[in-house]
């Protein structure tokens, strides 16, 4: 038995001719609230209101960012505007002295030790003597 394995599931089916679902709703929707405007109030002021408006609704029906949908940036917006901000980390500068040493002096202050071989030898054995 076969089973068909769907494709393109990313793809949002065509509804309303050219537009999905979420388009003509947005487009809709903004075409009411302009024929509303327009309607009740006087047509310079309602032509000042309706351009934006369009702009806007179009925006959200065709407009992508990175392939993602305009309302999706829109909701990142807000979800950032409205979050709290906390920033912990402050600079300190610390005060340090700094006193001039000469390269005589701070080879004698590194007392690196030395092991000869044979010392080295009796140290690993005494380790694995330790051990057991």
Do not use: C, H
């Not at 309706?50 to 305009?70: E, G």
């Amino acid at each position: 038995m076969q089973f068909e394995v769907p494709q393109f599931i990313e793809v949002e089916d065509k509804i309303f001719g050219p537009l999905t679902f979420k388009q003509f709703i947005y487009l809709a929707g903004g075409a009411g609230l302009s024929f509303t405007l327009y309607s009740i109030l006087p047509k310079y002021i309602a032509f000042l209101l309706i351009i934006p408006i369009m702009i806007f609704v179009s925006a959200l029906a065709f407009y992508k960012i990175n392939d993602k949908p305009f309302i999706f940036i829109l909701e990142a917006f807000f979800k950032f505007l409205m979050k709290n901000k906390l920033y912990i980390w402050k600079k300190e500068t610390k005060k340090m002295d700094i006193k001039k040493v000469e390269d005589k002096d701070i080879i004698d202050q590194l007392n690196v030790p030395r092991l000869s071989k044979n010392r080295l030898k009796e140290l690993s054995w005494e380790l694995d003597i330790q051990d057991k």
